[in-house]
């Protein structure tokens, strides 16, 4: 039996420290003060022991890996924590898609046949009450909207400008 099946409640391999420093340096191509900077912006998050040692992970040596691909791109390392800051959430966001979409699936075969007629229907799309929306360019009464009503001021529309003395016009 493996060490992980007998020992449900620890972390995956992937994820738990298990590099020192030095190995994390020797792997990732940077060196140990180029690591200890990283960690400084936030840009790897090493595990650590109960005595604090630092402990990499897999999961931070692919990062490295990255922050590498972004400095040989002419990045700095403030727009590379921005970087993968992004490509993190956009990946937490493409799984809650995903999810929301399964669910989704889910619910219209739960609602059977009837549901899914309706909601191939496009006018059904657009006003769940079977009212049409305005053409662009009306208000909802039919109105033809004013220029001004977009909510641009005109060049006049300001406050008058008044001389605070007599030297300038």
Known sequence: MSERSEQPGRESPSV?????????????GFGVAALRLYEDYGLITPGRTGGGTRRYSDYDLA???????????????????????L???TGELERDNRRLEADNAQLRADQGPA?????????AEDDPAGETAPEPGTTRTGRRRSPTSRGRARVGDGPARESAGGDHP
Do not use: F
Request: glycine residues 10%; proline residues 2%; hydrophobic residues 40%.
């Open 16 to 28: 738990r420290g298990v590099y020192g420093i030095s190995v994390a340096a020797e792997l990732s």
């Open 63 to 85: 990062r490295l890996k990255r922050i590498a691909e972004l400095i040989d791109a002419g990045v700095n390392l403030v727009g590379i924590g921005r970087v993968l800051d």
């Open 115 to 123: 549901a899914t007629s309706a909601e191939d229907d496009p006018s």
């Open 87 to 89: 490509e993190t959430r």
